[in-house]
Structures are given as C-alpha cells and as structure tokens.
Nanobody, 126 residues
Framework: VQLVESGGGLVQPGGSLTLSCEAVGFTLDDNAMGWFRQAPGREREGVACVSPTGRSTYVANAMKGRFAVSRDVAKNTVYLQMSNLKPEDTATYYC????????????????????WGQGTLVTVSS
C-alpha cells in the first residue's frame, strides 16, 4: 500500500505543472486525498484536498485561483494542477490519503491523513 507521486520539476515563473499521485494497493473510493507542501526551512502546509466521494474539493486560500485538485477513479490517481506558478511555490509536494475519513468533506489538516507519498520537488525559477 503506497502513494506514488510524479510530475515535479523545474518550471519558470508564470508556468504550469500538473502533479500526479497514484494510489497503489487501495482504491480512492471512500478515501479523502490531500496535497501538502514543505519548503526548505518552513513547516509543511496544506495545499488542496478532495473529499471521500470526490464530489467536493478544497484549495487553500493562498493558492485559490491558481491551483486545482481532481481525481480519476478509473486511474486511481489524484492530480494537482498548478498554474501561474511563483518562486514561493518552490517546495516538495506530498500526496496523502485519509483512509478513515470522519466527514463527507475533506479537512486540510495533516493529522487527518495516515498514508503519505515520498514527495516530489517543484522548483519555480528563471
């Protein structure tokens, strides 16, 4: 059972990037999924999440309008679409699963999530 992230890399300011997170060994159904990030010297922060049913999503205020989260149940994969990237978006991005969700919505609180991916580095620089 694991989460496998991909899609990180170097992108110029103003560019776009899509991260993928494949769930291996379990299905997305009935699990809330989230994206978090951690920049060097900073605490990990929540980015976005999708509810257990997939019917609702949430994006942190600092990223609203630039980031979006979605899932493809057929591919058992969650995506983080990022646009208009800024140098301050540089961080390691982590995918996480809440396999025992308490609510129908997702909570962007890292303590709700019990399974984490290895992280993928996103660098925004010219």
């Amino acid at each position: 059972v694991q989460l496998v992230e991909s899609g990180g890399g170097l992108v110029q300011p103003g560019g776009s990037l899509t991260l993928s997170c494949e769930a291996v060994g379990f299905t997305l159904d009935d699990n809330a999924m989230g994206w978090f990030r951690q920049a060097p010297g900073r605490e990990r922060e929540g980015v976005a999440c999708v509810s257990p049913t997939g019917r609702s999503t949430y994006v942190a205020n600092a990223m609203k309008g630039r980031f979006a989260v979605s899932r493809d149940v057929a591919k058992n994969t969650v995506y983080l679409q990022m646009s208009n990237l800024k140098p301050e978006d540089t961080a390691t991005y982590y995918c996480a699963a809440d396999r025992n969700p308490r609510f129908r919505i997702c909570l962007l609180n890292e303590y709700e999530f019990d399974l984490w991916g290895q992280g993928t580095l996103v660098t925004v620089s010219s």
